[in-house]
């Protein structure tokens, strides 16, 4: 069952950017303060790595090192649930892949994609050069 919803993704050249969202798939969704909102990222025949993530409660922020500087994460509460964003900046070839928003409902292991329990379909993100 799909908890969340990724958009934004799309062809752009190197040196680029494009912002994906991330919102939960129904009402029903509830983004609970101690959750971690993420997003990880899987090319063609390599396994899924994070990319960055945000605390609910205080908006800590978490950033792969291959993103860093260039990738900025962050998130909107409203009522019981909200949105992540993604904005990516100066893209580079190597960050095609196909990313995925995930929720993290343990508050702990940000960069562990196990203890991301709900995910999205994913959008594909392809930079040329």
């Known amino acids: 069952q799909v908890q969340l919803v990724e958009s934004g993704g799309g062809s752009v050249q190197a040196g680029g950017s494009l912002t994906l969202s991330c919102v939960p798939s129904d009402r029903t969704f509830v983004i609970y303060s101690s959750y971690i909102m993420g997003w990880f990222r899987q090319a063609p025949g390599k396994e899924r790595e994070f990319v960055a993530a945000?605390?609910?409660?205080?908006?800590?922020?978490?950033?792969s090192d291959s993103v860093k500087g260039r990738f900025t994460i962050s998130r909107v509460a409203a009522g019981n649930a909200g949105a992540v964003y993604l904005e990516m900046n100066n893209l580079k070839v190597e960050d095609t892949a196909v990313y995925y928003c995930?929720?993290?409902?343990?508050?702990?292991?940000?960069?562990?994609?196990?203890?991301?329990?709900?995910w999205g379909l994913g959008t594909q993100v392809t930079v040329s050069s």
């Open positions: 995930g929720c993290n409902p343990y508050g702990e292991s940000t960069y562990d994609g196990r203890k991301y329990t709900y």
């Open positions: 945000v605390t609910w409660r205080n908006n800590k922020k978490f950033y």
